[in-house]
């Protein structure tokens, strides 16, 4: 967004601006997270606070993030608890604030400096709306897409517009739901629906999210006009053992959980016939086609509804 586009944003949040709490959670990454927090640090907001949420195991990390940024707020979890119990840890600390609206951040995202006055805009302009998220695209290429939401395809949430160009300036309805890497919610529509389910610890935690939300009658919103870059797995890792087991298993779950019984018959039958065979393919043509074990694995405790953190090499 340009300056005077932003100033503009800015000037019609009548001089009031609400309380954001932005929480930034961190797993053993120093220099992505610095980059993040120096980002959030030159937003054009006036009225935010920053909290860093540690999951991370190496105190080294955290001590190096203190020296850096000795103002910055952190609360040290003394364990990973994966997303959903890091980023809830931190949401419970900012609500003590009472905060008007929570930006959760992944700490391998930088945001554009209007961004948040952006978001907190459209969430002022649409009180049915219980979380906004930015264009989120490509580190490496700022031009691409990377998501705009998620939209339902062949039984499975996918990015929305991922690898398009779009330059929209009005808020657009996604077509199913939001991605959690930097979302803004609405601090009355997470007492009203709850946390995030740390049974799922990791992916799928605000798809989860987003199907309660409308269950429950809000509406979503993606601001194309807000901008944030996003080095895509640069914590968790592209086709990890992680990545595989959690976002094969947690589909099912929460698919488990929300959807009729033939539906989640079709989504089953869609990770069998389209996205296993997929994923073969990919890790294959990496020479990793080993890997596939954990995509498996996580399957088979989607069906047998195992949840919580897994025990991977």
């Avoid at 959903?84 to 609500?95: Q, S, T």
């Avoid at 901008?227 to 976002?247: C, D, E, I, M």
């Avoid at 698919?255 to 016939?273: G, M, N, Q, V």
Wanted: hydrophobic share 40%; charged share 20%.
């Amino acid at each position: 967004m340009s300056d005077s586009a932003t100033d503009r944003m800015i000037a019609h949040l009548n001089d009031r601006f609400p309380l954001v709490y932005v929480v930034v959670l961190n797993y053993n990454n120093l220099r992505d997270t610095v980059e993040t927090i120096r980002s959030v640090l030159e937003l054009q907001y006036g009225n935010f606070k920053v909290l860093l949420v540690e999951n991370s195991t190496d105190h080294a990390v955290i001590d190096a993030i203190r020296v850096q940024f000795p103002d910055i707020e952190i609360l040290e979890t003394g364990r990973n608890l994966g997303y959903a119990g890091g980023n809830n840890a931190g949401i419970l600390h900012a609500m003590e604030q009472e905060p008007d609206y929570i930006f959760v951040l992944n700490n391998d995202v930088s945001v554009e400096p209007g961004a948040l006055a952006t978001l907190v805009h459209e969430l002022e302009t649409h009180r049915d709306c219980a979380a906004c998220q930015p264009l989120v695209m490509y580190s490496e290429n700022p031009d691409a897409i990377w998501s705009a939401g998620t939209e339902m395809y062949l039984g499975y949430p996918r990015l929305y517009l991922k690898n398009g160009s779009r330059s929209a300036e009005q808020p657009a309805k996604p077509p199913f739901g939001l991605v959690g890497c930097a979302l803004l919610f609405r601090a009355s529509a997470l007492r009203d629906i709850g946390l995030f389910d740390e049974s799922l610890f990791l992916m799928h935690e605000e798809t989860d999210w987003c199907i309660r939300a409308k269950e429950m009658g809000y509406g979503l919103l993606v601001a194309p006009a807000a901008r944030v870059q996003h080095k895509v797995s640069a914590t968790l890792g592209s086709f990890s053992a992680p990545y595989l087991y959690y976002v094969s298993r947690n589909w099912l779950l929460v698919a488990k959980k929300h959807f009729r019984r033939s539906e989640f018959i079709y989504i089953l039958l869609t990770e069998i016939l389209v996205r296993c065979p997929y994923y073969c393919c990919l890790l294959f043509r990496r020479g990793e086609l080993r890997k596939i074990r954990f995509y498996l694995s996580g399957l088979r405790d989607g069906l047998s509804g195992v949840s919580g953190e897994a025990k991977l090499p």
